[in-house]
Each structure stands twice: as structure tokens, then as C-alpha cells.
């Protein structure tokens, strides 16, 4: 691993200040659901897996990223990420699978069920928003290309398009983004692939047109516009555990009583709360600690940063 420079993670400061649901986005994503009729399956989105809070506003939650593709600034991602080509897209499925190959994004998704989850997200950096994804289940696409029984982790990578990404001119991260999961993580039910937001295709600077949802995790396991997906019997290397390993670990769950190196991981900043913003206490396991705590049974939780 080569040496870097510190690119420290700023918390900025400038909230956008609307914080509105925006209702017709949100019946285009009910109308859909409808249409593909899963209103009144037991998997209906919404009951059993969404979160009753109040969604941030898509002005939010797509002017506000983290996608250093694009650049280290909030607002480089919607800025840039419009250039990027997205059709066509393919991903590479490769390692411990029964059907490895290079997939269409429309072929790999076709016939997982999609549903919308509203989740909790919560960046390492301490600020904290709730977003409508409409997308599959990770397990569902794991089931389909069929895993192999020595697989014990999955890893994944983001493309790597200089000519496309502007923040791929530079050393900021080893590209490309690499993220991982045990397998077991992988295949939990809250376990996302996202493919759309507010019931419309997922913006490019969300990581169009597929990106990781892991909600109990630091927002940074969430790898955006992936291209490779591969199934391993080893602990995958991931991007900013190879940036930083005293701040960053494989795990990262999210934890308000492991404090990052730098800064109280213990409240958060909820997006959308204007200039005075209040802090929240920042909950174990992002409040999903019921459904995932399990995964962890007999390990030392402070060591899962
Ligand atoms: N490929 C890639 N994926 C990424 C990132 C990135 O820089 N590149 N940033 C991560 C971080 S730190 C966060 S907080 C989330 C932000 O997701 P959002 O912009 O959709 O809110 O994306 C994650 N996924
Ligand atoms: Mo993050």
C-alpha cells in the first residue's frame, strides 16, 4: 500500500434548509409498487423493515454526497456526476459462484423483487439523514447467481472511469473503491442493493445505477455505482481501511460508544435541520441493534469500528 496524505473528513456545515417530503415522488413509489404487485406480500416495504421516521427531502439527500469519484466536496458529486454513463452498465460476478459471468445491470436485476425501504444512514463523519430506497435484498441477487460453500465474504468494487469521474485524476483513494461483508451480513435481510430513491432511478451522485445499503454501518461500507461483485473465502480488502486502518476497521458498525479517533461518534447531525441544527444521540447499531446484533454474538463490539 503506497503512502497518502491525510484526506481528512470534513463535516460540512452548510444545510440545505428545505426539509420537505415530496409527496408525488413518494405515490410514484406506492403507484409502482402496486404495478408490480407486491402491496400485500409479506415483504411489503414500509411495514416491516422501514423506519416510521420522516424521510429527508431528495433535495437532501442529492445534493449532499460522499462520492469521491467526483471530488472530496458535498456538492461535487451532484455537480459532476451527471457526465457519467450509466447505459450501458455491466458487473462482473466472479470468485465462489455457481454462475459467474459479466452481467447487464438489467439482466442481474431482473426478477428480484424491488420494494421500497425507508432506512436510517449514518456517516462516520456524524451527520445522519433517512432515505427512501426502492431496491432488492442483496441475498436475493446471491441466491440468484448461486454461492458456493467455501464462500465466506463478499466484496465489491465501484467503476473506475477517470475520463468520467474527476476525482479519479487524483490519488484521493487507491481506485477503486473497494467495500466487503462477511457473508453473513450480506445475506440479512435489511441488506440492500439500492436502484432507486423517492421511487425513481437512483441519481447518479447516489451511485446510479446500483449501490450497497448496509444501514447498522458507517455510511462508507454503502459503495455506490458497483461494477464487480465477487465471492471470497477471505476478509476483502476495503477502501478506507486501506486509507487509514487506526481509524477505520473491516466492520464499522456503527457505535456511539467507539469514538473515531478525532471526534465523538456518540450524537449526530440529522441533515436538513437548518442552520441550528441539533445534535441527536447517535443509537448502537444505528437502531437496527435488535435485528443484526445476533451477527455478533461473542465478539468484542468496541473492536467493530
Ligand atoms: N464508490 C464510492 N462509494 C461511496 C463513497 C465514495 O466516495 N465512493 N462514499 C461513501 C460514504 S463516506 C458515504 S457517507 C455514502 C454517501 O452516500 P450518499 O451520498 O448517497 O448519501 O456513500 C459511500 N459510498
Ligand atoms: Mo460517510
Redesign the pocket.
Known sequence: MRPRFDTE?KECDVTPEADFINRRRLMAGAAGLLASGLIGTPLLARSRYSTTAKPNSLKD??T??????FGTGKSD?ARYAGALTIKPWSIKVDGLVDKPGTYGFEDLIAGLPTEERIYR?R???AWS?V?PWTGFQLSDLLKKVGVQSGARFVAFE??VRPSEMP?QNRAL?DW??R?GLRLDEAMHPLTMIATGLYGKPLPK???APL??VVPWK????????IVRISLTDRMPQT??NMQNPREYGFYSNVNPTVDHPRWSQASERPLGGGLFSKRVPTRMFNGYEKEVAGLYKGMNLKKLF
Not at 64 to 69: A, H, S, T
Not at 218 to 225: A, E, P, Q, T, V
Request: overall charge neutral; charged content about 15%; proline content about 5%.
Open positions: 473528513l439527500i442529492t449532499y454526497n460522499n462520492f469521491y469519484e458529486p444512514f456517516c462516520v463523519e439523514m432515505v465501484t467503476l476525482g483513494l477503486p473503491y467495500e451522485q447516489n451511485g449501490r450497497l458507517y455510511g462508507f461500507k454503502s459503495i455506490k455505482s477502501t478506507w
